[in-house]
């Protein structure tokens, strides 16, 4: 059964530390690795990721995927309150018709 | 503003009634899919559609049904709430019928059965 598996499932920071939210999958014929931040309600894009080592970056935000231990990490740099939220990955699978697999999500606050 | 618009917003029903979830989207995409979002279990797949005219089952699809009689609309149907479908609702569509991988949610529909 294809699944993705997030962690922490929580965390509390304070602004300007550093953090780093782990992504785990098991999925057959994988296509892609898409991560989302929710603040208060619909999900936003941030990254997909289809390449093994190849980071995306975006600000303060960057991400990098494993394919041959099957996880992704990403990072927040400098944590702003602003960057409170949870964090989503999901797993895309040729298998699947293109829909997405989604891991639990992970709480992050960031305290001033 | 192109997008998503899910309605309503919030919803408390009785148990046993009946409840139907509009979403309409204005990008002309394709592909139209229904998650809930529950706590610590993130967000689950109940039906989609990869074409007007065409519905597919997805993680947890049962009491709930779909119709796509057109491109923009996607409507979730719940045939007789029950508690346990107390939840988070977000229709959310892709371009194209294999998803490119990103998908555009809509702001959500919190329903409540009591």
């Known amino acids: 059964e294809d699944k993705v598996v997030q962690s922490p499932l929580s965390l509390v920071v304070h602004e300007g530390d550093t953090v780093t939210l782990n992504c785990s999958y098991e999925v057959t014929n994988f296509r892609s690795l898409l991560w989302y931040k929710q603040e208060k309600k619909a999900p936003t894009f941030l990254f997909m990721l289809t390449s093994s080592g190849i980071e995306k970056k975006s600000g303060r935000l960057s991400s990098i995927l494993d394919k041959k231990e099957l996880f992704s990490i990403l990072n927040i740099t400098a944590t702003q309150t602003g960057d409170s939220a949870i964090y989503l990955c999901?797993?895309?699978?040729?298998?699947?018709?293109?829909?997405?697999?989604f891991g639990q999500g992970t709480e992050l606050s960031v305290k001033p | 503003i192109a997008g998503i618009t899910q309605a309503p917003t919030s919803q408390i029903l009785a148990a046993g009634r009946r409840m139907t979830l509009r979403c309409t989207q204005d990008m002309r995409h394709n592909a139209m899919y229904w998650y809930r979002q529950d706590l610590g279990l993130g967000l689950r797949l109940i039906h989609y559609s990869n074409t007007a005219g065409t519905t597919g089952k997805g993680e947890v699809p049962d009491g709930y049904s779909v119709s796509r009689a057109n491109t923009d609309d996607f409507p979730l149907t719940l045939a007789s709430a029950v508690p346990s479908q107390t939840s988070v609702y977000f229709c959310?569509?892709?371009?194209?019928?294999?998803?490119?991988?990103?998908?555009?949610f809509g702001e959500g529909s919190r329903l409540t059965v009591l």
């Open positions: 959310a569509s892709s371009p194209t019928g294999i998803s490119t991988g990103e998908l555009f």
């Open positions: 999901a797993v895309e699978s040729y298998n699947q018709g293109g829909k997405l697999i």
